[in-house]
């Protein structure tokens, strides 16, 4: 149950980030609550997948997911490059995500 706690924290950290660039560009109450609900499951989720993971581990995964996925809505939904060494270095740090998981259990 640790590892679907802390693949919810990295969805809800996606979503918190996406909230992040809808703000900046709408300036609305709901992408501000939408970002905030975000963000605080995505704690929430963490610190329930750190009751057993080691922090190191939890922090990192969590953090690839987060980082990963951002970029990823950021070209779907944002326009964003989908240069080939971009999308190379977001599978690299899904892949150590993965290998981290492999190797704590």
Do not use: H, Q
Not at 14 to 29: A, E, P, S, T
Not at 79 to 93: D, P, Q, T
Request: proline share 1%; glycine share 14%; with cysteine.
């Amino acid at each position: 149950m640790n590892w679907t706690f802390l693949i919810l924290a990295g969805i809800f950290e996606m979503v918190g980030v996406l909230m992040i660039n809808k703000l900046n560009k709408d300036r609305d109450l709901k992408a501000f609550s939408l970002m905030a609900g975000g963000f605080g499951l995505s704690f929430v989720f963490l610190t329930l997948a750190m009751d057993t993971l080691p922090m190191g581990t939890a922090y990192a995964v969590w953090t690839g997911i987060g980082a990963s996925g951002g970029a990823i809505l950021g070209m779907i939904f944002y326009g964003e490059s989908k240069n080939w060494l971009r999308v190379l270095c977001i599978a690299l740090v899904l892949g150590s995500a993965v290998g981290l998981k492999l190797v704590s259990g």
